[in-house]
């Protein structure tokens, strides 16, 4: 190794003096002046929002939380032994401590992790594992004998992604109503005058999660919503060529279809206006750019998307109160987890954007007065396998998320962490693991605390009533 470059663990002490330093800090200490907007709002103190972070590829669990005692470690370590880098030393794992101990287990999370860790610490961070797609409780037996009803194609990228944002896990890649949009159907009347078009709101691209039957997603990027060609801007040149385009769009029309497409339309150009005119600005004097990370490949500091994704939801927070809205819901993704090859490089860069990303966020609401009324969680396609071939995992099934903000019951974990080793209760074949939680439970647990009844959760999740008389998981105040 070039003595220029750095070790792993050279690396990671250095990651962590540069958080001490103010890397990850400093948005957050600009912010309580340049928040002040956001915090001075005082008309929307029923304001909530959910904010989905999809880890789009199905992020390795196994490797996220990792269990430290004696036993569980020296499992993990003899199943990643083969692919360099997935075996973590102890010494360079991140302790974590439960608000409720679990009898004779310890748990530490991935190195590269930080701003979680941070978070967890501050009681602001919980962890749920071992959460995936379910119709109803599974055992291992079950699923042999095919004994009990599963969600259709397991470990396909496409159908458990479908599965994880439709309302009903069986449905797949057929369902068309994600539960995000189905939860914003039903408290369209907390958004004032009935306001929904900036209910949905996604920074990437059109999502099933946020899919309804009466509410309908907006896509935005920091600039605002995605422009009509030729309106934005003169078509091809001409005033004249986009005055002839709005009106084409503007006409009244007589045939059905194409006076529904006029409204679509014209709510569309409606939306890139007041959107436009409400965000708040990115950057001085509005919500503070987010700090460069350090990322763990290059050594060299860099731009973190996914804080950029969530800079622009903050923005569009900001300006709640123009919009007319009490309750949003919002997605953002970070991809590439498909870690089949190179895991340990692509694993840490990852991991090091998401626990900046959630951190930097966190804070941002904290300045803006909305701490405890902005709940961020995390969703994958599915976990990974505990084995691993040369240098990478295979698609499994259950895996763990964080739910992070004011409003949970942070510092814990909740659900049921498995045994780890191969073959043991919960694997179904190389550490693939049956989830013991559903994101049915997850959903509902997130959609009762945004303000939905019991009954409302259960017409939003038709498998919610499968998991017993009290579903829900509890993380939430």
Same mark, same amino acid.
């Given at each position: 190794m070039c003595k220029c470059e750095l070790s792993r663990r050279q690396f990671l002490r250095t990651a962590s003096l540069a958080t001490m330093s103010g890397l990850y800090a400093s948005p957050f200490i600009m912010g309580l002046n340049s928040l002040a907007a956001m915090a001075q709002d005082t008309?929307? $103190?029923?304001?909530?929002?959910?904010?989905? @972070?999809?880890?789009?590829? +199905?992020?390795?669990?196994?490797?996220?939380?990792?269990?430290?005692d004696q036993d569980s470690y020296n499992a993990f370590v003899q199943a990643r032994s083969g692919a360099p880098g997935l075996a973590y030393p102890m010494d360079e794992l991140l302790? !974590?401590?439960?608000?409720?101990?679990? $009898? +004779?287990?310890?748990?530490?999370?991935?190195?590269?992790?930080?701003? &979680?860790?941070?978070?967890?610490?501050?009681?602001?961070?919980?962890?749920?594992?071992?959460?995936?797609?379910?119709?109803?409780?599974?055992?291992?037996?079950? @699923?042999?004998?095919? /004994? &009990?009803p599963l969600p259709a194609s397991l470990f396909s990228h496409f159908d458990q992604t479908a599965a994880w944002q439709a309302i009903a896990s069986n449905g797949g890649s057929a369902e068309h109503e994600g539960w995000g949009g189905a939860v914003a159907d039903l408290i369209e009347s907390m958004n004032v005058n009935?306001?929904?078009?900036?209910?949905?709101?996604?920074?990437?691209? *059109?999502?099933?999660?946020?899919?309804?039957?009466? $509410?309908?997603?907006?896509?935005?990027?920091?600039?605002?919503? *995605?422009? !009509?060609? +030729?309106?934005?801007?003169?078509?091809? +040149? /001409?005033?004249?060529? /986009?005055?002839?385009?709005?009106?084409?769009?503007?006409?009244?029309?007589?045939?059905?279809f194409a006076k529904e497409y006029g409204v679509v339309v014209n709510r569309s150009i409606q939306a890139q206006s007041l959107l436009a005119s409400s965000m708040l600005t990115a950057g001085p004097g509005g919500v503070p750019n987010p700090p460069q990370y350090l990322d763990p490949v290059t050594k060299m500091l860099a731009d973190n998307p996914l804080a950029d994704s969530l800079q622009t939801v903050a923005r569009i927070i900001g300006g709640r109160s123009s919009l007319g809205v009490n309750r949003q819901i919002f997605y953002v993704q970070l991809g590439s987890f498909d870690t089949h090859d190179g895991q340990a490089p692509t694993h840490a860069r990852l991991l090091t954007q998401l626990g900046q990303a959630l951190e930097y966020f966190d804070g941002l609401m904290n300045d803006a007065g909305l701490g405890n009324q902005v709940t961020t969680f995390t969703a994958s396609d599915f976990g990974r396998t505990l084995t691993c071939n040369s240098d990478g995992t295979d698609h499994g099934w259950g895996s763990h998320h964080f739910v992070v903000g004011g409003a949970v019951k942070g510092q814990d974990m909740y659900g049921t962490y498995p *045994?780890?080793? @191969?073959?043991?209760?919960?694997? &179904?074949?190389?550490?693939?693991?049956?989830?013991?939680? /559903? @994101?049915d439970q997850y959903a509902g647990t997130l959609a009762r605390w945004f303000g939905l009844t019991d009954g409302q959760v259960k017409q939003v999740l038709p498998n919610f009533a499968n998991f017993g008389s009290n579903p829900y998981l509890g993380f939430m105040g």
């Open positions: 008309d929307m $103190s029923d304001y909530r929002a959910l904010v989905c @972070v999809f880890l789009q590829g +199905g992020n390795d669990g196994h490797g996220t939380v990792i269990a430290t302790p !974590i401590v439960l608000n409720t101990p679990q $009898s +004779g287990r310890t748990f530490a999370l991935n190195p590269y992790l930080t701003g &979680v860790q941070n978070l967890f610490k501050a009681g602001r961070a919980a962890i749920v594992a071992n959460t995936g797609t379910l119709i109803a409780p599974a055992t291992k037996t079950q @699923v042999n004998n095919n /004994s &009990v009935s306001n929904s078009m900036f209910t949905c709101i996604s920074t990437a691209g *059109i999502a099933l999660f946020l899919a309804g039957q009466t $509410s309908f997603q907006l896509n935005v990027t920091p600039a605002g919503p *995605i422009p !009509i060609y +030729g309106l934005n801007k003169p078509l091809f +040149g /001409s005033q004249a060529g /986009s005055d002839a385009l709005a009106s084409i769009f503007t006409a009244e029309e007589a045939n059905l *045994i780890v080793g @191969v073959n043991e209760a919960n694997d &179904v074949g190389e550490g693939r693991l049956i989830p013991t939680t /559903s @994101v």
